[in-house]
């Protein structure tokens, strides 16, 4: 230094009061704690939407598998389907005379 300038004089940083430090401190947790809350309610919502989609798919396919028994309950209540299920089952209508066809094999 040359005798002419001024001298600085490098002063230790001051600290901040112990009141700001604390606010500070508790505005960190605050923060640090809404963040955990938010990502906790973030993962619990991912959780229930996945549970709802795969709800709602079991739903769908239990949907298609009520249609296709209905359909077939409507099916197997139609006259059509009863009298051709009857008759293979050997019943005969009332009237109906049954006709026995022998078949013999043809003369070489």
């Given at each position: 230094m040359q005798?002419?300038?001024p001298?600085r004089?490098?002063h230790?940083?001051?600290?901040?009061p112990?009141?700001?430090?604390?606010?500070?401190?508790?505005?960190?947790?605050?923060t640090?704690?809404l963040l955990?809350a938010?990502?906790?309610?973030?993962l619990?919502?991912?959780?229930?939407?996945?549970q709802?989609r795969a709800?709602a798919?079991?739903?769908?396919a239990?949907?298609r598998?009520?249609a296709?028994t209905?359909?077939?309950?409507?099916?197997?209540?139609?006259?059509?389907?009863?009298?051709?299920?009857?008759?293979r089952?050997g019943?005969?209508?009332?009237?109906?005379?049954p006709?026995i066809?022998?078949?013999?094999?043809?003369p070489?």
């Amino acid at each position: 230094m040359q005798s002419g300038e001024p001298r600085r004089i490098i002063h230790e940083a001051a600290r901040p009061p112990l009141g700001m430090r604390t606010m500070l401190w508790a505005i960190l947790i605050i923060t640090a704690v809404l963040l955990v809350a938010t990502l906790g309610e973030a993962l619990t919502r991912a959780s229930v939407e996945s549970q709802v989609r795969a709800a709602a798919a079991r739903n769908a396919a239990l949907q298609r598998d009520v249609a296709a028994t209905q359909r077939a309950i409507a099916l197997a209540r139609s006259d059509v389907e009863i009298e051709r299920t009857a008759r293979r089952w050997g019943y005969i209508r009332s009237g109906d005379h049954p006709v026995i066809v022998v078949v013999t094999p043809a003369p070489n």
